[in-house]
């Protein structure tokens, strides 16, 4: 029964035959741009885990932490002239940081888009990481903008920003009210935006499954405890005089 | 049971809607909400009024016809399907809202009734096996281990109602897609096709204008069908693998 | 009173297309014979295939993979949606994959003796050889049956049968082959060689100088009627169950398309041929707007019963082992629960009518799993039957793993339907018919598990070969001329009917119509039958006819979404189709099948055949609305499989 198909033609109109690159895929798809959205969290999130050790030397001295500060700049030396390890560091984080928020916004746009009339019996189940993914991760750009002004440039520094002396920068930052505000909603905001973040990156990157769930879940979890206890530690040990 | 209902009414997919109230008395604890939406229909009709109008078909929770979103929940409290919920599930005195899917990817047709053709055309896009009829070899020529077997059914289960487009905060259509593309892609017969099943139906059902998927797990609560959450993992998964195989 | 019992006999119908020779040869005889088209040809050639459920559906998308123009139609908004999605049971198939005896030969002599002898014995057979290649087919479309552990394929025994030859997909295996049907069409949808019409609906058939040659169909969303015309129609559209109002069919099923194909000619064959099933779940109340099947699968496992004693109304847990009468065991030891469904169906029937039902009204018989649970053990119970378990819960309210689930017969299925030949083509030439909408194979009473059978294999197999020869013979080469006589009378009938629905604006609304016209054939044309019932019946509805043009009431417009006149334009026709039944009930003086007349049985109240007078399939020709039509009889021959009295004992 099956006829010669040279005869009827049976040539499906797929897409095969135009496929577009990976990276456009990537970039086209909703998937995709999920996929790099998962990535360069987890790129930000390594680093955050380094930050976050970094910045825990402050307990021991001005010392140790200036000297840390130091040993960042010399780092690969003398393979890597001085400050390059840092700046490829800070290259793949401004790409990560990028990428992250321009996905995040086109997806977004995309979802707003996909519901034109809201219903009117409202009703919200979903966690609260899970619903403050948008507002949490506005808040954290606009942390990172400050966060730079303040601790990197010293734009915003108030108490005269010092160079190469990071232990009384941090200090400083931190005998100012704002300062410890700005500061301790961003690291909450950062920890439900990585309770969620951890996981949903792994669903997207097709890691998680039904087994691994609670796994997946329990590790995010602790990410998101250990990296806010951290970075806390810090504001709170300088108020209450702990660190000075 | 007396009950006041706040039903969205919209008489085409240009007009613009609102929620009209209706008050219906003598509905019993026996009766399936639709059931009573007809008793309310049937006192319309009477009165000169046109009724409201709902999609609905075999009433048995299977064909996926019946679309409403009661009290924001996604075919109503019960994990079920509009046609199985029935009026126990209420009190007396209750007042119900009940709307449309919503989402851009399913215009309105009028009142409650919503356009899922983009649905189909998910399909169009992968979700077969090619086999055209009389190719077939003996249908004990490959084993298919139990576990892949059902697997295959969990997904294939889908009635692809759109419960999980209304549920989800995005109108994402993820849920819908993956439950296709793992039904037939852990099947030895999809093989063949399973990187461009996976990679066209994903495209399309972005070009439909759905949205994406943040995994609020709306979706999986929503489904009547118990379609599980990781079915999208599962997809994902699936979806970079093609992008590898494919151009290799 | 009209004179529509006053009916004449026409010309006898002879089936010119069956070959003759050995019942095993016939079909590939058929095949061998049939002029082909040849394959460049094809797509010149346009078939419209209404309605999409699985032999619709699987027709649509096998036509357009031999490269004809496919252009297909369905109510629903999706052709995922068509209602052969809700058949659970299961679908036969003679692999003998369990080496329990089973063979082509046997599924056809089951077949043919399943239906009490009033079905072809060449179809049967066909049908018969093809289940073996459906189950190839579906798999190899990713069907998820169920599988064994070693990978292979799982079977069960469904009622009237002692093989074990039902493929099936847990509770679902509509569901699985109907969505296998339709993404093989969605293939062809995206190829482009399927034009699809969601949301619109078949209201009449354009027969050009005698040949069918279009259907006129309303656009359900814009209210727009439209012409449509190819070479040739194939009718997919279903049974007439919903006549009866409650039923298990979808809300949505109708009888519209074959009906008024067979007001333009077609010849409509046993249509009191009804079936009734035995496991449906009881009605709670007036509200009911339709029934609920639990699958026959369940009397595999599950045991009918009712008290010995009549109005013993205490719980099922509380009646002792003792008092409790296991009728089907009693009466049929051979088959016991799994008897066919008719005779399930009326022993039920029976033994509520003694006042031994229980539930609401006496109007249930219990169907106990706490032999099963005990044997199997409540996982297994659950592995095999959970989800309709959980289905009669949401339903009832009530836990069946505890309390024996209470069922009762309903109208199920419909073996009568338009009359077809051997190629499933009707009195219309290039009117084809098929699935459901077909009286083809079943007989007076269809087996479990035959239906997805039979759909499938006029849809796959059996009309893919037979339409080629209709369009082989019939190159149609001149367009349509849609300025046609018989095009503008069709469009224009369709539009007066639909004006005039909205113009009546009375008082009464299109769904009481439709329960009143059911609640009248549930009582006189349903399980039990008499002269008496039938003439009340026939006497009653002409009279309902006239008050509902008088008191109709559609709101809106024609221009729209209108679910209104949709119904009500679909009941006009279930009071016409409501008339022959009876008729053709009243005719066959004989207890058959499904159709017991209960002047014809035997002593022990069994349903007593009469060959000597009605071994025939009796098919009907319109004349007018309300005029006697013409009975045409298609003698039935039987060389291998010779009758006898059934017997289940």
Same mark, same amino acid.
């Given at each position: ?244 | ?19 009209? @109230? ?27 009024? /046109? ?11 299977? =064909? ?18 509009? =046609?199985?919920?029935?009026?126990? !599930? ?63 059914? /969990? ?16 109108? !994402? ?22 990187? @461009? ?6 495209? @399309? ?44 | ?38 394959? $460049? ?10 309605? #999409? ?158 040949? $069918? ?65 035995? #496991? ?370």
């Amino acid at each position: 029964m099956p006829l010669a198909s040279s005869v009827v033609s049976m040539a499906l109109a797929t897409r095969a035959d135009r496929r577009p690159s990976m990276t456009r895929t990537l970039w086209d798809s909703s998937v995709g741009k999920k996929t790099i959205m998962a990535v360069s969290g987890l790129i930000m999130l390594g680093y955050l885990a380094v930050h976050m050790l970094g910045n825990l030397k402050i307990f021991f001295g001005s010392d140790e932490f200036n000297h840390y500060a130091h040993w960042l700049r010399t780092l690969g030396e003398p393979f890597l002239h001085y400050e390059w390890a840092l700046w490829i560091v800070r290259v793949v984080l401004v790409a990560a940081v990028v990428l992250h928020a321009v996905s995040a916004y086109q997806l977004s746009r995309r979802d707003l888009r996909a519901r034109p009339t809201a219903y009117v019996h409202k009703k919200a189940r979903s966690s609260y990481a899970t619903r403050t993914m948008r507002y949490g991760g506005i808040i954290l750009a606009l942390f990172i903008v400050w966060h730079i002004l303040d601790l990197t440039t010293g734009t915003v520094h108030t108490g005269g920003f010092q160079s190469g002396h990071p232990y009384q920068n941090v200090l400083d930052t931190f005998s100012t009210w704002y300062g410890n505000v700005i500061y301790i909603v961003a690291v909450l905001a950062l920890g439900l935006h990585v309770q969620h973040g951890f996981w949903s990156a792994a669903q997207t990157l097709g890691v998680g499954s039904a087994t691994r769930d609670r796994v997946l879940k329990t590790l995010a979890n602790v990410l998101a405890v250990v990296l806010t206890a951290g970075f806390v530690s810090v504001p709170v040990a300088v108020m209450t005089g702990v660190v000075s | 049971m007396k009950l006041t209902l706040r039903v969205w009414r919209q008489q085409n997919a240009e007009a613009p809607g609102a929620m009209a @109230t209706y008050e219906v008395d003598g509905i019993s604890q026996d009766m399936s909400f639709l059931e009573m939406l007809d008793t309310l229909n049937e006192e319309l009709i009477l009165s000169g009024d /046109e009724p409201v109008a709902f999609d609905h078909d075999c009433r048995e929770g299977i =064909c996926g016809a019946c679309s409403l979103v009661i009290n924001g929940d996604a075919h109503g409290p019960e994990r079920t399907t509009t =046609c199985q919920l029935h009026m126990r !599930s209420f009190e007396d005195g209750d007042t119900i809202d009940v709307e449309p899917w919503r989402a851009s990817a399913f215009p309105v047709v009028k009142d409650l009734v919503v356009d899922r053709s983009s649905f189909d055309r998910i399909i169009q896009a992968g979700g077969y096996i090619s086999a055209p009829t009389g190719t077939a070899p003996d249908a004990h020529a490959t084993p298919v281990p139990k576990p892949d077997a059902d697997s295959a059914f /969990e997904h294939a289960e889908c009635i692809g109602c759109g419960a999980c487009v209304a549920a989800c905060p995005n109108g !994402s259509a993820m849920l819908f897609t993956s439950a296709k593309v793992n039904h037939l892609n852990v099947l030895p017969q999809g093989a063949p096709e399973r990187e @461009t099943r996976v990679l066209d139906m994903v495209a @399309t059902m972005d070009d439909e204008g759905f949205g994406g998927c943040t995994l609020t797990g709306e979706c999986a609560t929503a489904c009547p069908k118990g379609i599980p959450l990781p079915s999208i993992t599962a997809m994902n998964k699936e979806w970079l693998r093609a992008n590898r195989k494919v151009r290799r | 009173m009209s004179d529509y019992t006053n009916y004449r006999t026409g010309e006898p119908l002879v089936d010119a297309k069956a070959p003759t020779g050995p019942v095993a040869e016939r079909w590939d005889t058929r095949r061998f014979q049939a002029k082909l088209v040849n394959p $460049a040809n094809r797509r010149k050639h346009t078939v419209i295939v209404v309605g #999409t459920g699985l032999a619709g559906g699987s027709a649509g998308a096998t036509l357009a993979e031999q490269g004809y123009h496919v252009v297909q139609f369905c109510f629903q908004d999706s052709p995922r949606r068509a209602h052969s999605v809700a058949a659970q049971g299961g679908i036969n198939a003679a692999k003998n994959y369990r080496n329990d005896g089973d063979s082509v030969h046997r599924l056809f002599y089951d077949t043919v003796k399943g239906g009490d002898f009033r079905a072809r014995e060449s179809n049967v057979h066909r049908l018969a050889e093809i289940s073996v290649e459906i189950i190839d087919q579906c798999v190899a479309q990713g069907v998820p049956f169920a599988r064994e552990y070693g990978g292979l394929l799982d079977n069960r025994s469904f009622g009237g049968v002692q093989v074990s030859r039902t493929f099936y997909a847990r509770g679902q295996t509509g569901q699985q082959l109907l969505l296998g049907a339709y993404q093989a069409l969605s293939r062809q949808i995206a190829a482009g060689n399927v034009e699809l019409h969601a949301r619109t609906e078949m209201l009449d058939l354009i027969v050009v100088d005698g040949k $069918a040659r279009g259907i006129v169909a309303r656009d359900l969303v814009t209210g727009k009627t439209d012409t449509y015309f190819a070479d040739a129609v194939v009718l997919a559209t279903g049974g007439y169950g919903n006549v009866f109002y409650l039923s298990t069919n979808a809300m949505n099923s109708n009888a519209t398309a074959i009906w008024r194909a067979h007001r333009r000619g077609a010849y409509f064959a046993n249509p009191c041929f009804t079936q009734i099933h035995p #496991t449906c779940i009881p009605r709670t109340g007036d509200h009911q707007s339709k029934l609920t099947l639990m699958s026959e699968s369940l009397r595999n496992d599950g045991r009918i019963w009712v008290p010995k004693a009549k109005g013993d109304d205490r719980p099922a847990n509380r009646i002792p082992e003792d008092e409790r009468d296991y009728y089907l065991e009693r009466i049929y030891p051979a088959f016991g629960n799994l008897v066919p469904r008719d005779i399930a169906s009326r022993a039920a029937k029976n033994v509520c009518d003694e006042g031994r039902g229980v539930g609401p009204g006496g109007q249930g018989v219990y169907l106990d799993f706490a032999e099963a649970i005990a044997r199997m053990g409540r996982k297994k119970v659950e592995e095999k039957y959970g989800n309709l378990f959980d289905m009669y819960a949401r339903i009832t309210a009530e836990n069946p793993y505890e309390t024996p689930m209470r069922i009762y017969p309903a109208v199920h299925y419909t073996m009568g339907g338009l009359w077809v030949d051997y190629d499933l083509q009707t009195t219309i030439p290039g009117l084809f018919a098929i699935g459901e909408a077909n009286f083809s194979d079943h007989g007076a009473n269809r087996l479990g598990a035959s239906a997805l059978m039979q759909g499938l294999a006029d849809g796959y197999f059996v009309l893919p070969s037979t339409i080629n020869d209709y369009l082989a013979r019939n190159p149609h080469t001149e367009e349509i001329d849609a300025g046609h006589p018989a095009v503008t009378e069709a469009v224009a009938e369709t539009e007066d009917r639909l004006n005039l629905l909205l113009a009546v604006d009375g008082d009464r609304t299109p769904d009481s119509f439709h329960r009143e016209i059911g609640e009248l054939m549930w009582e006189f044309c349903g399980m039990a039958r008499t002269e008496q019932g039938l003439r009340e019946a026939l006497d009653r509805i002409p009279r309902i006819r006239e008050e509902f043009w008088r008191r109709i009431k559609v709101p809106g417009t024609g221009e729209q979404f209108n679910q209104s006149l949709e119904k009500a334009n679909r009941v006009v026709d279930y009071l016409e189709l409501a008339e022959l039944m009876c008729l053709d009930a009243l005719h066959r003086a004989e207890s058959c099948g499904g159709h017991f007349r209960e002047e014809s049985q035997t002593p022990d109240g069994e349903a007593a055949r009469r060959d000597e007078e009605f071994s025939y399939a009796a098919a009907w020709e319109f004349s007018a609305t309300g005029d006697a039509p013409v009975l045409h009889k298609e003698d039935l021959v039987f060389e291998y499989v010779h009758p006898t009295q059934r017997s289940y004992a």
